[in-house]
């Protein structure tokens, strides 16, 4: 396993466009998860899967973005009508658990700009 | 609004020099994790602490958990280039128990 896949690693689109991103998590790990990132600061939390489960959004999560999970595999973010403050990293990350013992492992996130 | 605020959140010293980053909150950690970034990939895992007044030790960083699980911090003895980065305490509370909540990040700058 190769770890946490994310593509396309860098994105440049026009205000009002949509985009989607894509990531492929390590295979063994159930759980999915993703954040956004500016520069210099920490992650914030998007969303939550367990499985093909999405079970938690954040309130960051307007209704133009939407995530899935088909068949508990690979996850794809889409952001519809992007806005130009919608310009960051985007964090993907897999994990088997949380706590003792479990962390995530990132991929290397898909850099966003919205001119 | 940041749960976990971290200490300082710049900081550029020369080879050699110890450092210490803090990360702070008002809530009840039932763990903390620390992670390194470097610019352009995702963040990596380095700790994990569970147990109130835990102290880990990995090579020249020691990271120690609160005795009230409220903070934690991790020291750098003799800094090395290599240690450059964003260092980010992330933790897990009681009340969001299915995902790690980061703190705000200390940025570090190893001259050589």
């Known amino acids: 396993d190769t770890g946490v896949s994310q593509n396309p690693r860098h994105k440049i689109t026009k205000r009002g466009q949509n985009v989607t991103f894509r990531c492929d998590p390590i295979?063994?790990?159930?759980?999915l998860y993703w954040y956004r990132q500016t520069l210099g600061q920490g992650p914030e939390f998007l969303t939550y899967?367990?499985?093909?489960?999405?079970?938690?959004k954040s309130r960051l999560l307007s209704d133009r973005f939407s995530a899935e999970r088909p068949k508990g595999s690979f996850s794809t973010l889409e952001i519809q009508r992007t806005e130009q403050g919608d310009s960051a990293m985007y964090l993907c990350?897999?994990?088997?658990?949380?706590?003792?013992?479990?962390?995530?492992?990132f991929g290397s996130g898909t850099r966003l700009t919205v001119v | 609004t940041q749960l976990l605020e971290q200490s300082p959140q710049f900081l550029s010293i020369q080879e050699g020099e110890n450092l210490t980053v803090y990360c702070n909150s008002s809530?009840?950690?039932?763990?903390l994790q620390w992670y390194r970034q470097e610019p352009g990939e995702g963040p990596v895992l380095l700790v994990t602490?569970?147990?109130?007044?835990e102290v880990k030790k990995l090579k020249r960083l020691t990271f120690q958990f609160g005795d009230a699980r409220k903070d934690s911090s991790l020291h750098i003895t003799a800094a090395q280039p290599g240690d450059t980065g964003l260092y980010l305490c992330?933790?897990?509370?009681?009340?969001?128990?299915?995902?790690?909540?980061f703190g705000t990040g200390t940025l570090l700058a190893v001259q050589p």
């Open positions: 990350a897999s994990s088997l658990g949380l706590g003792a013992g479990y962390g995530y492992t």
């Open positions: 295979s063994e790990h159930n759980r």
């Open positions: 899967f367990q499985n093909e489960a999405q079970l938690e």
């Open positions: 809530s009840v950690f039932s763990s």
């Open positions: 602490v569970v147990t109130g007044g």
């Open positions: 992330a933790g897990l509370y009681g009340g969001a128990t299915n995902k790690l909540i």
